[in-house]
Nanobody
């Protein structure tokens, strides 16, 4: 089992910045990669950014150039630096841990961007 806990969400004006953090505990040795997904009201959950243990990153086109994903040195933490935020970035952001046995999810943190 892997447990994931997010922090750092909140309310920000358009053009502002937020930094999300996620810490994993439990069987962290089984984690192959970590990332962030988001779900807006009435929409499906979508990928925001992922990073493998080897440092390979993948970003949604909608956030390229504005968001940056990074991992801690211990590899059990993942961060999402979000700059130039837009109202359409408003969503619940979920931390994801990809392991040998499947995917694990955090409880989610709300990000609201006002216009």
């Amino acid at each position: 089992q892997v447990q994931l806990v997010e922090s750092g969400g909140g309310l920000v004006q358009a053009g502002g910045s937020l930094r999300l953090s996620c810490a994993a505990s439990g069987r962290i040795f089984s984690i192959n990669g970590m990332g962030w997904y988001r779900q807006a009201p009435g929409k499906q959950r979508e990928l925001v950014a992922t990073m493998s243990n080897g440092g390979i990153t993948n970003y949604a086109d909608s956030v390229k150039g504005r968001f940056t994903i990074s991992r801690g040195t211990a590899k059990n933490t993942v961060y999402l630096q979000m700059n130039s935020l837009k109202p359409e970035d408003t969503a619940v952001y979920y931390c994801n841990g990809e392991t040998t046995w499947g995917n694990y999810w955090g409880q989610g943190t709300q990000v609201t961007v006002s216009s």
